[in-house]
DNA sequence: TCTGGGGTCCTAGGACCC
DNA sequence: TCTGGGGTCCTAGGACCC
């Protein structure tokens, strides 16, 4: 049955965002193909008990358990032995988003998806906000058999926090004028932007909820935070936040990474790995006929001490050839101490369209005597 | 308890240039 | 003989998000 909280009129607002959120997705998704298993706790994650993976999604009943995403799996395991482990399906849950998301842009042409469970839709334009956050829950359930959970405010950040407000299956309007009287008392971690180590640092301030970080001046947050994340916190602490709704974004950069199920020390083995994840990112990248510049080898050692070691190449490269070879390179030098527990290569600083090597068109640098001429100031 | 894989953005120092 | 004031690019690491 789904749920509503409302606590304010859109049809007031300059803008009205809604963030909607699908509620435990990937467990979701199979429950749908095996509704035995509704109402019991079922963890979607590896299943191999050997395994160094963690939690995806847990159900709703899992969660009762303390079994969240992200957990380690063998910790969920000791949590809650007696949950079904599904590993995951990511083709099926790709399509059960394109499912959904294409429920979205019936009801607005400006939809930011942000992952394969989450996406922002404005409907600013929409006459009756509120009824149309209804009629997307609705959709979505009645096309999908899956229920999601919906913020609806007057910018990103309220609608982010109000999702989460009434899971699952849930409805929250939240103006900004009633932002602290709904959220003062909560934690400030559900802030977006507080993460682990702020929330610590917060901690040593005495700042505990929502409210205190609204009220907290902006000097003593600045000491442990810096100015610019202090000025911004304090900001969406008080429910101000950006009303702008991106359809698209350009990716910036691509990587694949690793995890080895043991420590590994063989250097062989370890140059083939880092050769053929180079390989299938230049690959990748150069199927959208994009190039990059700068190539990252990630490593992480066994102590869980993780390092980067990044090259600029004179020029930018989707040549799996060169890419492995700078790849390789950063990883004979580098000097372990221990086992690798992870490697990653990674490829940025990326550049659109153009065909083979050289600078694509609009790229070439003007030749020597041809640019503006420079002032000599010294 | 023992920590995935894919990203984004920010900071800070050093090199280098004018 | 005592040391400016920008700017950009590059590298490494940290924090955070889904």
């Known amino acids: 049955m789904p749920s509503e909280r409302l606590y304010g009129d859109p049809s007031e607002w300059e803008h009205a965002v809604a963030h909607v959120d699908m509620d435990a997705f990937y467990v979701s998704v199979e429950i749908l193909r095996r509704p035995e298993l509704r109402g019991m706790p079922v963890i979607v994650g590896p299943r191999d008990p050997a395994s160094r993976g963690v939690v995806m999604t847990a159900s709703y009943e899992a969660r009762r358990f303390g079994v969240h995403s992200a957990l380690p799996m063998a910790v969920a395991r000791r949590r809650c032995p007696q949950a079904v482990v599904i590993p995951r399906d990511m083709e099926r849950y790709r399509e059960a988003s394109q499912k959904v998301m294409a429920v979205f842009r019936r009801y607005s042409d400006l939809v930011e998806v942000v992952g394969m469970d989450e996406a922002y839709v404005d409907l600013t334009q929409s006459p009756a906000p509120k009824t149309r956050a209804r009629q997307i829950k609705r959709d979505v359930l009645a096309e999908t058999g899956l229920t999601c959970s919906i913020g609806l405010a007057p910018n990103r950040l309220i609608a982010k926090i109000a ?176 086992p690798v527990r992870l490697l990653g290569v990674g490829v940025s600083n990326l550049v659109r369209g153009g065909e083979g090597e050289g600078p694509a068109p609009g790229d070439a640098e003007a030749p020597a005597g041809t640019g503006p001429v420079q002032l000599a100031l010294d």
């Open 163 to 338: 999702s989460d407000l009434d899971k699952p299956d849930g409805l929250c309007v939240l103006a900004r004028e009633r932002f602290l009287e709904v959220v003062g008392d909560r934690p400030a971690r559900i802030i977006p932007g507080v993460g682990p180590k702020t929330e610590e640092r917060l901690d040593a301030l005495e700042i505990k909820t929502v409210s205190d970080l609204a009220r907290a001046p902006e000097n003593s947050l600045s000491a442990v935070l810096g100015p610019s994340h202090a000025r911004s916190l304090g900001r969406r602490a008080c429910g101000f936040g950006g009303t702008a709704v991106a359809v698209r974004r350009e990716r910036k950069s691509e990587s694949r990474e690793r995890t080895f199920s043991t420590d590994q020390s063989d250097p062989t083995l370890m140059r083939s790995e880092v050769a053929a994840m180079a390989r299938t990112v230049a690959e990748h990248l150069g199927s959208q006929r994009i190039r990059g510049r700068t190539v990252t080898l990630k490593i992480r050692l066994a102590p869980f001490r993780t390092f980067t070691r990044s090259r600029t190449l004179p020029a930018p490269t989707a040549d799996p050839e060169q890419v492995a070879a700078a790849a390789q390179a950063l990883f004979d030098a580098f000097e372990r101490d221990a």
